[in-house]
């Protein structure tokens, strides 16, 4: 059975937003599926109400670890490329590790894009499987100001990207070191029974009696 991983940012972003209007582009849903022996990352990508989308806009998915080249989808419109460091960084400051592909979609339609407008889905193919590792997405769209000018807007959110959080193998435990032979341990000197002492109490005075009496047989032969 094929493991599907989704993440719905849509009620998360709903709840940092809340009433308040934030222009530019957002992922509002990430999909994680195998793909033969690998994974491909699907991220559904909306134009917000107040902002506008003219040719050159960009976003960046950034830190896309396992990225395999010539596996990315758009819709027709959009050109890609991948970047190690930068893309769009623009006034945001976006988490780049150098060691990880950045992936950048560009819009290339002459229409400008106005408005609330889902564009559709955007994906790519990396070795590493879902990971639940947060990264940055940029955007640059375009906004008009209460005087009618229409300017430049860079902003940033959270998405997700396969990065591989596994910790290093330690390897096996180094085995225990033999200290060698121990020396056997010192018995302590045996301390004779009572029985013992009894009988060598009672043997003293016959053995110095015996002592006596030879010492007197002596002095009489002599």
Known sequence: MARIWKFGLAAGIACVLGTSAQAGL???????????DNYRYTYGVMLTSNSTLVNGDTFVIYDFNGFKHGTNEQPAGFEFQTMNTGGNQGRTLPTDNPTMPNLVWR?????????????????????????????????????????????????????????????PN??????????????????????????????LAAGLPLVGGARFLRGRRKAVVA
């Open 170 to 199: 330690p390897g096996p435990p180094e085995p225990p070191v033999d200290p060698g032979p121990k020396d056997p341990p010192v018995q302590p000197p045996s301390v004779p029974e009572p029985s013992t002492l009894i009988l």
């Open 107 to 167: 819009y290339t339609g002459d229409t400008p894009l106005i408005g609330q407008i889902g564009l559709g889905n955007f994906s790519a193919i990396s070795t590493l499987p879902q990971s639940a590792a947060k990264t940055d997405f940029v955007s640059r769209t375009h906004v008009e100001d209460p005087n009618g000018e229409v300017r430049e807007e860079d902003n940033i959110t959270p998405t997700f990207a396969p990065q591989d959080n596994e910790k």
């Open 26 to 36: 957002l992922p509002l849903s990430a999909t994680v599926v195998p793909d033969g």
